[in-house]
């Protein structure tokens, strides 16, 4: 079973020192009952979007160009 020995390269991804000191988070949509939507950006360019749910649980959308 798989479930008991998890694979390491599923593990998320720390960003190297350097490139987290540079992220800036903006929320950009919060309101009572719904998802609070969060942007990190590096030189302005977005990097990732994550979505809180009600839940507790954490959308993470990684952004590629």
Do not use: M
Not at 14 to 25: G, K, R, T, W
């Amino acid at each position: 079973d798989s479930s008991q020995n998890p694979d390491p390269n599923d593990a998320p991804q720390a960003l190297p020192e350097e490139v987290a000191a540079d992220l800036e988070n903006e929320v950009i949509y919060e309101e009572e009952g719904c998802p609070k939507v969060e942007v990190s950006s590096i030189d302005g360019k977005p990097v990732s979007i994550t979505i809180h749910l009600p839940d507790g649980r954490l959308l993470k959308l990684d952004c590629e160009y």
